[in-house]
């Protein structure tokens, strides 16, 4: 599966407004040199036609110079070596708008971008899915567990290994980091339409922030997530946890289970 990166799309997002700045610009210049070279023709004229007359054909001679069709009507010597001065500055503004534009497209930022707003189709198109946020040994097996039980898996990480490795394994990917890129995180993953999440990232600070920020973006997803301990399970689910898993009680109960367990049973 392709990779939505957060970072290489916004990146690229500038890259393509950069890109229509100088279209714009270019375009600009190119009707200040015809707009110029009309003016030129038009003074170089020594016909007595009327104004109308002349003015019309120097518009007439600077846009087939511009559209290089070639159909000019009849200029004396001073208006032809006027048009190919124009000619020649019509060359450097059309080899820099090649230059400079089509490298811009071709970069490898606008290339991701192109991937990025593929990618985000498909997305886009997901409903009733699960987010699993960090794909480390516990988020991979979150992960695997809700693909085999038949559920749609969106990952989210912001390690690029860890987001390849997902990739690999045929997983919807996210590369964001979700404590930090939140409005790109909540819009791609599509919050707003999953029926689950599970945060599994170890950092206690930023599990408090993503489980609020998706509590407040879709008060009816189910969140799951791990706490510390049962202080930090207690915040969690005033932020709007739905399930807090307090990994040293689940291993306390095994223990003691174990210990409680009739012998051979």
Same mark, same amino acid.
């Given at each position: 599966?392709?990779?939505?990166?957060?970072?290489? $799309?916004?990146?690229?997002?500038?890259?393509?407004?950069?890109?229509?700045?100088?279209?714009?610009?270019?375009?600009? %210049?190119?009707?200040?040199?015809?707009?110029?070279? $009309?003016?030129?023709?038009?003074?170089? @004229?020594?016909?007595? /036609?009327?104004?109308?007359?002349?003015?019309?054909?120097?518009?007439?001679?600077?846009?087939?110079?511009?559209?290089?069709?070639?159909?000019?009507?009849?200029?004396?010597?001073?208006? !032809?070596?006027?048009?190919?001065?124009?000619?020649?500055?019509? #060359?450097?503004?059309?080899?820099?708008?090649?230059?400079?534009?089509?490298?811009?497209?071709?970069?490898?930022? &606008?290339?991701?971008?192109?991937?990025?707003?593929?990618?985000?189709?498909?997305?886009?198109?997901?409903?009733?899915?699960?987010?699993?946020?960090?794909?480390?040994?516990?988020?991979?097996?979150? &992960?695997? !567990?809700?693909?085999?039980?038949?559920?749609?898996? #969106?990952?989210?990480?912001? @390690?690029?290994?860890?987001?390849?490795?997902?990739?690999?394994?045929?997983?919807?990917?996210?590369?964001?980091?979700?404590?930090?890129?939140?409005?790109?995180?909540?819009?791609?993953?599509?919050?707003? /339409?999953?029926?689950? %999440?599970?945060?599994?990232?170890?950092?206690?600070?930023?599990?408090?922030?993503?489980?609020?920020?998706?509590?407040?973006?879709?008060?009816? #997803? !189910? #969140?799951?997530?791990?706490?510390?301990?049962?202080?930090?399970?207690?915040?969690?689910?005033?932020?709007?946890?739905?399930?807090?898993?307090?990994?040293?009680? %689940?291993?306390?109960?095994?223990?003691?289970?174990?210990?409680?367990?009739?012998?051979?049973?």
């Amino acid at each position: 599966m392709p990779i939505y990166d957060v970072r290489s $799309a916004a990146l690229g997002r500038d890259l393509i407004r950069h890109w229509r700045l100088r279209v714009a610009r270019t375009f600009g %210049l190119l009707f200040v040199c015809l707009v110029l070279c $009309a003016a030129g023709l038009f003074a170089l @004229d020594a016909s007595n /036609r009327p104004v109308r007359d002349r003015a019309f054909t120097a518009v007439w001679n600077a846009s087939n110079l511009f559209s290089t069709l070639g159909d000019f009507n009849g200029l004396d010597d001073r208006e !032809k070596a006027f048009l190919i001065g124009t000619m020649l500055v019509f #060359i450097a503004v059309g080899g820099y708008a090649l230059t400079s534009l089509s490298g811009l497209l071709t970069s490898v930022p &606008a290339l991701a971008y192109r991937e990025n707003r593929r990618v985000q189709r498909q997305l886009d198109q997901l409903s009733n899915h699960v987010v699993v946020i960090g794909f480390g040994p516990l988020g991979q097996l979150v &992960a695997r !567990k809700l693909r085999d039980a038949g559920d749609t898996v #969106i990952v989210v990480d912001r @390690d690029a290994e860890l987001a390849a490795l997902a990739s690999a394994q045929s997983f919807h990917v996210l590369q964001a980091d979700a404590g930090e890129d939140d409005a790109a995180f909540a819009q791609v993953g599509g919050l707003d /339409r999953a029926r689950g %999440l599970v945060v599994t990232t170890e950092d206690q600070d930023r599990k408090l922030a993503i489980t609020l920020m998706a509590h407040a973006l879709n008060p009816n #997803i !189910k #969140i799951a997530v791990t706490g510390a301990n049962t202080r930090r399970g207690a915040l969690l689910r005033k932020a709007g946890a739905s399930e807090v898993v307090i990994a040293e009680d %689940l291993i306390a109960e095994a223990l003691v289970g174990r210990l409680t367990r009739a012998p051979g049973g």
